[in-house]
């Protein structure tokens, strides 16, 4: 499991991003496989949701871990999940939800810096604790940093980069391997931190925003799609149902 591990880690080039197409079960992993992904990644909107339940760990971690066996039966290529904010109340709780991760086969997670339902950043040093507890269990660490949540770039843009330097020094002494920054569309501002971070950084793909070849221009080591994969698939389902109940014939 190291080995994949490693795999995955190396894979964190800034300049030439690692580009995650989100999956939520072991079928629309297969789908992205095939597409030719270096690695598989679970976001946990549409993993809850396609099981009709809302983000924010309300999707229980038993079943977290049995969609995770399901994705590792049909693939061989690292795979990380969306752990959300570690599914523990404190950081021992985290390390013993993300080592059972680790043990089942995950080469990495996601977690957040913010527990669930909560809108505030958790306090430095407590999410160094809970970053520090995910990491000594030696999977790969993508500490999200949600700085530029709800917050304006065009406005406020260099105290968040500020801020966010800050978090991303300190979970990387607390050992994590990569800081993913959502919800920043902003070119000046992912390319400061992408200059300036000690971590490979993840940048969260938007309408509206970078391209691919325009993130990996300003130094951006992995690119995510997050819950819009699941999102846009819902869409067209949907869109494909009205339309036959309508009276009409499906695009398919």
């Excluded at 070119?187 to 300036?196: T, Y």
């Excluded at 391209?211 to 949907?238: D, F, N």
Aim: proline share 6%; glycine share 12%.
């Amino acid at each position: 499991m190291s080995d994949k591990v490693a795999m995955f880690r190396a894979l964190h080039v800034p300049g030439d991003p690692l580009i995650l197409i989100n999956i939520w079960d072991a079928g629309s992993a297969k789908a992205v496989a095939a597409a030719g992904a270096k690695a598989i990644a679970t976001g946990s909107f549409g993993v809850a949701g396609a099981q009709g339940r809302a983000d924010g760990e309300d999707f229980p971690l038993e079943e977290v871990f049995e969609n995770l066996d399901r994705i590792l039966s049909v693939t061989d290529l690292p795979v990380t999940i969306d752990m959300e904010s570690g599914y523990g109340a404190n950081p021992a709780a985290v390390g013993a939800s993300v080592g059972h991760a680790k043990d089942a086969g995950a080469a990495g997670i996601n977690m957040e810096d913010r527990l669930p339902g909560q809108s505030d950043l958790l306090p430095i040093a407590e999410a160094v604790a809970r970053y520090r507890a995910a990491a000594d269990t030696g999977i790969f660490v993508n500490a999200r940093c949600d700085t530029f949540r709800g917050a304006d770039a065009a406005k406020e843009g260099d105290a968040l980069v500020a801020a966010t330097l800050e978090r991303a020094r300190a979970y990387a002494d607390a050992g994590a391997g990569s800081l993913f920054v959502p919800f920043l569309l902003d070119p000046k501002c992912i390319g400061a931190i992408c200059d300036a971070s000690p971590l490979p950084v993840n940048i969260l793909r938007g309408n509206g925003g970078p391209t691919h070849k325009e993130l990996a221009e300003l130094g951006v080591a992995r690119i995510s799609h997050g819950h819009q994969p699941w999102a846009a698939a819902m869409a067209w389902l949907a869109g494909q149902a009205s339309q036959v109940m309508g009276g009409g014939e499906p695009d398919y």
